[in-house]
């Protein structure tokens, strides 16, 4: 007898498309017969410089505990977080990355009749996992590419647990300042989690950075969330962490798994905090590589979407998919960003400045070869 077993999952789960990540260069090599060595990839929002050297030091140091479970509290790391932030212990919650804790957070606290609101062009991971859990995800259109917070306010209803808001937000670089997050926060019923989002808080140069430590003070229905994946070049190794009230951390730590974060990843998250001059390096090499990406697309004429993360989407007009494929066969992989509803935007990652040439010289030609009505020039 032949068994459906798709069916047998729960409803939320049999109707999910997986998440797809930027395509590995090692697969692109394989399919198309290229070098690895000639690829370039900037589809992932990686860190250039590679890892810290004082990560790479710990991690050597580590290697030989391989066989040794890791410490399932992650009490250094955790130690040298409330160092850096001036949090308690207690307020911390670790991740295998902050994709990880996103997941957990929202296990905790939705189920199948409750409501998650987030913004249309945010990270796709917010509708999976509300999805996966069988909630309701209420998707809020965007406003020029980014949060519309007096729509995504006005959102919540009786049946809303979950808000997340993505700052600066993937896959569109859009961002928010503190006074507009705070005025967000202050409409926002303190029975409802907002979850703030801050992948690529780092990156942030602007005057009016949010301080999101000192609006969790104000606000205790709040969840801060960041990773060790982007500025800090860590992401193979897979550290994420949240801040929140002790209380809500008691909740996090209870469903979050046992040794979710390996020993390497715990001892290179910890070593790197330490590195500032590799934190200021990559956000020195990250704003020179964006005014050259900019300066690009405003020669050919490109709209794009201003950034304060490490990537930039860029408008390539109605035969993105053929613009994207040209560009894999000249070994340069960036994003596609179609299924977050951008359809003539790819999604490309700041990289060293000779990859971003590349990447430049690769996508002229790859215009060049379209109808000039085609290529989104002028636009």
């Not at 498309?17 to 070098?35: C, F, V």
């Not at 997340?164 to 503190?178: D, K, L, Q, R």
């Not at 060790?228 to 909740?251: D, H, P």
């Not at 590195?275 to 964006?290: F, I, P, T």
Request: some cysteine; charged content about 20%; proline content about 5%.
């Amino acid at each position: 007898m032949s068994i459906d077993y798709q069916s047998l999952a729960v409803k939320g789960v049999q109707a999910l498309t997986p998440y797809q990540p930027g395509k590995p260069i090692d697969e692109l090599a394989r399919e198309l017969g290229l070098n690895p060595d000639s690829i370039i990839k900037l589809a992932s929002n990686e860190n250039p410089l590679g890892p810290s050297p004082r990560a790479l030091a710990a991690v050597r140091e580590a290697l030989h505990d391989l066989c040794r479970y890791p410490d399932g509290n992650g009490f250094e790391l955790k130690q040298a977080l409330s160092a850096r932030f001036g949090v308690k212990l207690s307020q911390l919650t670790l991740g295998n990355g902050s994709n990880d804790v996103l997941e957990v957070i929202t296990r905790c606290f939705a189920d199948q009749q409750s409501e998650v609101v987030f913004s249309q062009y945010a990270f796709a991971v917010y509708a999976l996992v509300t999805q996966a859990i069988g909630a309701t995800g209420v998707s809020v259109p965007a406003r020029d590419y980014g949060h519309d917070l007096d729509a995504m306010a006005e959102a919540v209803t009786d049946l809303t647990k979950l808000v997340f808001v993505a700052n600066p937000n993937n896959p569109t670089g859009t961002v928010h300042g503190a006074k507009a997050i705070g005025a967000f926060l202050d409409r926002i019923p303190a029975r409802v989690l907002v979850v703030l989002d801050e992948a690529y808080c780092e990156y942030r140069q602007a005057d009016d950075a949010v301080d999101a430590l000192a609006l969790l003070e104000r606000h205790p229905n709040l969840i801060i969330t960041r990773t060790f994946s982007k500025a800090w070049g860590l992401a193979s190794l897979r550290a994420g962490y949240s801040i929140s009230s002790a209380e809500i951390a008691n909740v996090l730590n209870r469903v979050r798994q046992p040794f979710n974060v390996d020993n390497l990843a715990l001892t290179a998250a910890t070593a790197v905090l330490d590195d500032e001059e590799y934190l200021q390096r990559s956000r020195e090499v990250n704003a020179e590589g964006m005014k050259q990406l900019e300066t690009a697309f405003g020669k050919m004429g490109l709209a794009y979407i201003p950034s304060a993360g490490n990537f930039i989407a860029v408008d390539v007009g109605d035969k993105a998919a053929d613009v994207n494929q040209s560009l894999l066969e000249q070994g340069v992989i960036v994003r596609p960003i179609a299924g977050y509803g951008m359809p003539r935007h790819l999604r490309v990652s700041i990289g060293l400045p000779e990859e971003n040439d590349r990447f430049i010289e690769s996508l002229a030609r790859a215009l060049d070869a379209l109808p000039a009505a085609e290529s989104g020039r002028g636009v």
